[in-house]
Every structure is written in C-alpha cells, then in structure tokens.
C-alpha cells in the first residue's frame, strides 16, 4: 500500500467517523460513568481504615487465623495420644503373644 492509499484510507475513515457521539453512546457513557462512581465509592468505603466492613473483614481474618491455630495444636496433640496408644496396643499383643509361648507349668 502506497502513501497516497494509505492517506485516503484514513480520510475515507475519518469521513466515515461522526464528529459528535449519538445519544446512545452519550447515554452508555453516563451509565458506565455512574457505575464506576459507585464502584469507586464501595472501594474507598472498604479500603478506608475507619470502616466497619474493614474491621469486619480483619476481625474474620483474625479469628479465622485463631482457629487454624487451635486445630493445628489439637491435631498435634490427637497424634500423640494416637502414637501412644498405638505403642501400648503394640506393647500388650507382645506380652499377650509372649504369655501363650510360655511353657505352663
């Protein structure tokens, strides 16, 4: 493609192109504008420190963390009753095994 084409390629574009937007396109623009003016206002309103929904969410936070915490240390301590027991069964079939070996009297 020449210069010359490319130049009336782009005229022919620019001619195509309405120099104001129709109303629909107005109209969509203010719809799109309202709704990223709500947007940005539920964004501030949960960035914002002071807000009840931040503190909200960071008291979930913590008290989820809490929890993670407990489970872990109570699952710790079931798995050393379980390592425990399992070495006081493994203990008893020995002695069990060991008594019927026994010669009687």
């Not at 109303?23 to 309202?34: G, L, M, S, T, V």
């Not at 940005?40 to 008290?63: C, F, G, H, W």
Request: proline share 5%.
């Amino acid at each position: 493609m020449t210069d010359e084409e490319w130049e009336r390629l782009k005229d022919s574009i620019r001619a195509s192109v309405p120099d104001q937007p129709d109303k629909e396109a107005n109209e969509a623009r203010r719809k799109n504008d309202r709704d990223l003016d709500r947007l940005e206002l539920i964004l501030t309103a949960t960035v914002n420190a002071d807000s009840p929904a931040r503190q909200r969410m960071l008291d979930e936070d913590k008290r989820w963390r809490e929890f993670d915490r407990q489970s872990r240390r109570r699952f710790a301590e079931i798995s050393e009753f379980a390592a425990r027991s399992d070495e006081k069964l493994k203990a008893l079939i020995d002695d069990t095994r060991n008594d019927r070996n026994k010669p009687g009297p």
